[in-house]
């Protein structure tokens, strides 16, 4: 999922009806008082609280047992707080936004470690740091070294980049491992590069604009 992706998922003031309306008919009905109080609980400590209501309706549609739909609600508000208290530990001054837990959250799952996210809040204090958090996992996810991935994420920040040509910036490092250069070959050579990083954005048949499809990781020689 791409970074635009995440940031739909934003914490939002939520009225109860609004939220039992929406789960009304698509989780067990015995549930849902408890899943709204969830809800409502990060709602009200700012947390990307629609990611819980999403998670609830995918658990019925999936015909999930009540009794798990509620455990995997609760694991996921867990998650998010753990998320938000990472941000702050790092260094984040409060209120954290809803955007970036929610991507941090993500990029956490898909391997980002503590020590990054405290790296990467230290380079970029007071500003928007999702798009590096998830482009460092872009990297992680396709086997590159952690602290080598951040190391070129936040050297591109450091000249200016942000946004989505820091996930440019991991793309052209993923496509230059998939044409055969090393780990830390493919590093090397998009750092030289830096700031002047080609977009790797792609024609396709509609003629859109798009990033290539990343194929799957290969093991580290």
């Not at 946004?163 to 440019?168: A, F, I, K, Q």
């Amino acid at each position: 999922m791409r970074l635009q992706l995440l940031l739909l998922c934003l914490a939002s003031p939520m009225a109860a009806q609004s939220v039992r309306a929406r789960l009304e008919g698509r989780v067990p009905a015995e549930v849902i008082p408890t899943i709204d109080s969830l809800v409502q609980t990060a709602a009200a400590e700012s947390l990307p609280a629609e990611l819980l209501v999403q998670k609830a309706i995918e658990g019925g549609a999936k015909h999930v047992a009540p009794e798990y739909i509620v455990v995997a609600v609760r694991v996921n508000l867990d998650q998010l707080r753990r998320a938000r208290n990472m941000l702050v530990d790092g260094g984040d001054k409060p209120p954290t936004t809803a955007e970036e837990v929610a991507t941090l959250n993500t990029a956490l799952k898909r391997g980002l470690a503590p020590p990054t996210v405290a790296r990467i809040v230290e380079a970029l204090p007071a500003e928007p740091r999702s798009a590096a958090f998830h482009a460092v996992a872009d990297l992680v996810g396709h086997g590159f070294d952690q602290d080598s991935a951040a190391d070129l994420i936040l050297a591109a920040a450091s000249m200016g980049l942000r946004g989505e040509r820091l996930l440019d910036v991991a793309d052209k490092a993923i496509l230059e491992l998939q044409s055969g250069r090393g780990y830390t070959e493919a590093l090397g050579t998009v750092q030289s590069q830096l700031p002047q990083v080609s977009t790797t954005k792609v024609p396709d048949p509609s003629g859109q604009a798009v990033r290539p499809v990343q194929q799957a990781p290969r093991s580290r020689p």
